[in-house]
């Protein structure tokens, strides 16, 4: 399973909020469920994460093995 927990520690870190990302940067609403859920997300999403936290993939996700 993919988990995007990272992220949220990569966000605060960065001083970026959900309202930051929704607001500035054009990231709707339903994308941030998907994160919040661990649903899956294109990698071009990823790249704009990536991109506007200035974070390598590492630090948006993580694999956990789900068996």
Do not use: A, F
Not at 24 to 50: A, F, M, Q
């Amino acid at each position: 399973m993919i988990s995007y927990e990272p992220l949220y520690k990569t966000m605060k870190e960065k001083g970026v909020t959900t309202y930051k990302l929704i607001n500035e940067y054009g990231i709707s609403r339903s994308l941030l469920d998907r994160l919040k859920h661990n649903k899956p997300i294109t990698t071009v999403t990823l790249n704009d994460l990536c991109r506007i936290l200035d974070c390598r993939v590492e630090d948006v996700l993580t694999y956990i093995d789900d068996e």
